[in-house]
């Protein structure tokens, strides 16, 4: 609509001599995000942190910047209106609060690929009449990472002609592609008979990354071991 963009909607202008003494970039004035990377695996909620103290009028501004792509506007907030969405964003998905003046947070629940980005906030810190966006400060952003993994057992035509077992562990549907895979066997280590993909695989906007860990038939059949494939070192998947 008429409202499409960082650009103050004419009713706010109003408000502007209050917020006067906070033009320009104020020395020791300082917005942050955190945390600077989350992974999380489709269906999962995040939170995410914005916390400025330039001032306590302006609107705060979440911005979305998808792989590759340009930022997009999810919603802008305020103290003093109810939250404006941009097309596309709804409040049900990226649910945002002002707990006070300088602390924002955006609840993203039930993540998919398709939200995989980079979050930014951002803030307007000249309350002129016309105002473009080099009037705005951003955050760091956020980069969320979204995926899928799944662990797939060896084939009983695998065990009973070769003697062997091979797990197979798929992580996809993350970006970027700095995801590395691990394997663990009750609990331990295990790089005896791992192959890992050297690089992901690109499909679309988004990568995939293959581990297999290959085992004696008779360790698959009679240990009954605990089989995990890592991500990264922060994320376990456990079969
Ligand atoms: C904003 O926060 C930073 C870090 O806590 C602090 O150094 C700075 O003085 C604060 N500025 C104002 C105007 O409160
Ligand atoms: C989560 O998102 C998926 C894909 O859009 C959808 O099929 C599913 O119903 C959603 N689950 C919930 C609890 O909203
Ligand atoms: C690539 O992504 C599409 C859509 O997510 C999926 O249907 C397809 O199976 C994927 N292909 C490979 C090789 O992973």
């Given at each position: 609509g008429i409202c499409k963009g960082p650009f103050w909607p004419s009713s706010v202008l109003l408000l502007l001599?209050?917020?006067?003494?906070?033009?320009?970039?104020?020395?020791?004035?300082?917005?942050?995000?955190?945390?600077?990377?989350?992974?999380?695996?489709?269906?999962?909620?995040?939170?995410?942190?914005?916390?400025?103290?330039?001032?306590?009028?302006?609107?705060?501004?979440?911005?979305q910047q998808p792989p590759?792509?340009?930022?997009?506007?999810?919603?802008?907030?305020?103290?003093?209106?109810?939250?404006?969405?941009?097309?596309?964003?709804?409040?049900?998905k990226f649910e945002i609060s002002r707990d006070n003046n300088d602390h924002s947070v955006?609840?993203?629940?039930?993540?998919?690929?398709?939200?995989?980005?980079?979050?930014?906030?951002?803030?307007?810190i000249q309350h002129f009449v016309t105002v473009t966006t080099n009037n705005m400060v951003f955050g760091d952003g956020t980069k969320l990472t979204v995926m899928a993994v799944a662990i797939f057992s060896p084939s009983k035509q695998e065990i009973q002609q070769k003697s062997k077992a091979t797990l197979v562990c798929l992580a996809s549907?993350?970006?970027?592609?700095?995801?590395?895979?691990?394997?663990?066997?009750?609990?331990?280590?295990?790089?005896?008979?791992?192959?890992?993909?050297?690089?992901?695989?690109?499909?679309?906007?988004?990568?995939s990354l293959t581990s297999r860990l290959r085992i004696s038939a008779q360790e698959w059949l009679c240990t009954h071991g605990r089989y995990e494939c890592l991500l990264t070192d922060k994320y376990l998947y456990v079969f």
């Open positions: 001599p209050f917020s006067f003494t906070h033009a320009g970039a104020g020395v020791g004035h300082l917005i942050t995000q955190w945390p600077a990377e989350t992974l999380k695996r489709a269906g999962e909620t995040v939170d995410l942190s914005c916390y400025q103290n330039y001032t306590t009028l302006a609107f705060i501004f979440w911005y590759r792509n340009g930022l997009k506007l999810v919603a802008s907030i305020s103290t003093w209106m109810k939250n404006s969405y941009e097309e596309g964003y709804s409040e049900a955006m609840t993203i629940k039930n993540v998919t690929s398709k939200d995989a980005a980079t979050y930014f906030c951002a803030l307007m549907g993350f970006y970027p592609d700095y995801l590395k895979l691990f394997w663990k066997v009750n609990g331990a280590k295990r790089t005896d008979g791992v192959g890992t993909d050297e690089f992901s695989t690109q499909n679309g906007s988004t990568y």
